[in-house]
């Protein structure tokens, strides 16, 4: 932010995460309180404040938009799809918020426009189990296999490969925090995206919104 204030930005965005609430039985609201379960939804939490601190001092406008499971064709989890096989920690019972990822550019880019300051949380209008998420991947994608790995032994393997990972200098892509965030139950209300931004959502449920990363995953594959 330090860096666009001195080029004279007079509004800054960024991109928050559904993370920053931990774990919420009910559906999170504009009012829901933050209550982070991870190092990295505590760390977006912390930027936040900082960020909206140094906003006010400068006298410019600092939105976040607190982005929920944000999908799409180059996605860690569509990744796996293309390949034809997910393992997911947990039984895929628990209820998420999903985002295709046009919408959440969409989002950003009209929080941009508007240039009012505060913080919210937007998702599509259908929260789901990612036992429902996968169901309709299958529909358009049979041959997709999901293994269920047992929470405890995900934890355990993750966190065998954090501690590896301490010793390099690369990105442990399954951490032990993402197996705490993927088993996590984060729904959302509905209508987020028109209340706070005023517009429609272009794939308002993964109804709409898988089979449009489908489609993206053949052109990509054939890049």
């Not at 938009?65 to 989890?77: A, D, F």
């Not at 390949?83 to 999903?98: E, I, L, T, Y």
């Amino acid at each position: 932010m330090r860096a666009a204030i001195d080029a004279g930005v007079k509004t800054f965005i960024y991109p928050g995460t559904i993370l920053a609430y931990g774990e919420q039985q009910t559906p999170i609201t504009q009012q829901t309180k933050p209550a982070p379960l991870t190092d990295y939804g505590r760390m977006k939490l912390e930027t936040e404040t900082i960020l909206t601190r140094l906003a006010e001092q400068e006298d410019i406008c600092f939105t976040s938009i607190r982005l929920s499971h944000t999908y799409g064709v180059t996605s860690l989890l569509f990744d796996q799809i293309r390949k034809g096989r997910v393992m997911f920690p947990g039984k895929g019972d628990n209820v998420f918020s999903h985002l295709h990822v046009v919408d959440a550019a969409r989002a950003l880019i009209k929080a941009a426009e508007m240039a009012k300051p505060g913080i919210s949380i937007i998702a599509d209008n259908q929260s789901c189990t990612w036992n429902d998420f996968f169901a309709i991947t299958k529909q358009y994608y049979p041959r997709l296999r999901v293994l269920h790995v047992p929470t405890w032994s995900a934890l355990a393997v993750t966190a065998t490969l954090d501690a590896l990972y301490r010793f390099t200098s690369s990105w442990n892509r399954f951490s032990l925090a993402a197996v705490k965030s993927w088993t996590s139950n984060l729904p959302v209300e509905p209508n987020t995206f028109q209340n706070v931004l005023g517009l429609e959502l272009m794939y308002p449920t993964i109804e709409e919104g898988i089979p449009a990363a489908l489609d993206d995953c053949i052109s990509f594959h054939w890049r």
